[in-house]
């Protein structure tokens, strides 16, 4: 692995040095996430492989080429798993770009994101310097947060070459249940079961149809059941449905296109649907929206706003209303200063995040 880690340094270098972008790239699965792709394409498959695993300790270390089918697959030797849920969106799914997309599932609402289970991380800055940043245990992980700055940041930073990961066992038990109701009755029980001690772990809420995922112990769950009611799901179809979730194959994705956007917007859980055009599928909870519409983007953004939240152009739309919310400037300053500090030449991934780093 040595003679890879010396190819990304050339190829770093040499960009640093002619001033030319790079374009970080795993997989490819989410490609299109984010704004524009510039630069010579840097494959990071070619650094693969499990560095370190601890069933004992809940940590696994790998680096960035690892295929994510991969990681989930020793984990489940262990009966464990990535708590976040990630998605792949696509067959050749990385575990560097799980992290640099930082992307959650349907398990998000219970467990956390993806930057709450990042321990510590390696990286290639655009001097070809490798950085280390946090540990392999929780005991170990101090000083500044800068693994967990990773987690989202599109490749803006640096090279991500390894990472390791929190994981978790995997639930007992699971089933799913299914209500009938409204998007505002939806909402206001799902805000009402968040302050019980439950064991939800996923909801998803479209077509006045609401689906809760229990996930823990069994005696917890049969206790869960009886208290919420609702109709028990067939455990094959529940799997599907999350997975159609969790990779946006269910057939509510299968409206957004060129005439309407995917937007995703994170709200206050106690937020009521809007009532602007297009539909609507509600998860985490209710701290989670996705919304396909052909409404112009400020009045999204706007919507979001004044919920107290923002609002991401997650896939189609028009590119110049800018994928992610815009910042204040001294946020923007912040951003500048740390993609200074990273890759003073501007090399990695440029644009793709904000026009201005």
């Excluded at 992980?141 to 989202?152: E, F, H, I, P, Q």
């Excluded at 990472?163 to 009402?192: C, G, H, W």
């Excluded at 991401?312 to 110049?320: C, D, H, I, Q």
Aim: contains cysteine; glycine residues 10%; aromatic residues 8%.
């Amino acid at each position: 692995m040595n003679t890879v880690l010396e190819q990304f340094r050339a190829a770093i270098e040499t960009a640093t040095a002619t001033h030319q972008p790079l374009q970080l790239r795993g997989g490819g699965t989410k490609q299109w996430y984010g704004q524009q792709l510039v630069g010579q394409v840097l494959d990071t498959r070619p650094y693969r492989g499990v560095i370190a695993y601890d069933p004992a300790e809940l940590v696994i270390t790998a680096r960035c080429g690892t295929p994510l089918a991969e990681i989930e697959a020793v984990l489940a030797e262990k009966n464990q798993l990535l708590p976040f849920e990630p998605p792949y969106f696509g067959p050749h799914a990385t575990f560097g770009g799980c992290v640099a997309a930082g992307l959650s599932g349907p398990r998000r609402q219970a467990a956390g994101a993806v930057r709450d289970f990042v321990l510590g991380a390696a990286l290639m800055d655009g001097k070809g310097q490798v950085l280390h940043f946090g540990g392999q245990v929780m005991k170990n992980v101090a000083g500044y947060d800068v693994a967990r700055l990773l987690a989202g940041s599109l490749g803006i930073l640096g090279l991500i070459l390894d990472v390791s990961i929190k994981v978790m066992p995997q639930p007992f038990a699971e089933l799913t249940l299914r209500f009938e109701m409204n998007a505002v009755d939806a909402v206001r029980k799902l805000n009402e079961w968040g302050g019980q001690p439950l064991p939800i772990s996923a909801s998803a809420w479209y077509d006045d149809m609401l689906a809760v995922r229990l996930s823990g112990a069994s005696a917890a769950i049969k206790a869960a059941r009886v208290k919420l009611g609702g109709e028990l799901v067939d455990a094959i179809h529940a799997a599907k449905f999350w997975q159609g979730v969790r990779e946006h194959t269910d057939p509510f994705f299968a409206d957004a296109g060129p005439e309407r956007a995917l937007w995703r917007l994170s709200l206050p859980p106690i937020t009521e649907p809007h009532r602007l055009p297009g539909k609507q599928l509600i998860e985490w909870g209710g701290a989670q929206r996705w919304w396909i519409t052909d409404a112009d983007a400020q009045s999204v953004r706007s919507a979001a706003r004044q919920a107290g939240g923002h609002a991401t152009l997650f896939r189609y739309g028009e590119a110049s209303a800018g994928v992610f919310t815009p910042l204040a400037v001294p946020l923007m300053r912040i951003h500048r200063n740390l993609k200074a500090a990273f890759d003073p030449a501007g090399i990695f991934n440029p644009g793709r995040m904000y026009p201005e780093l």
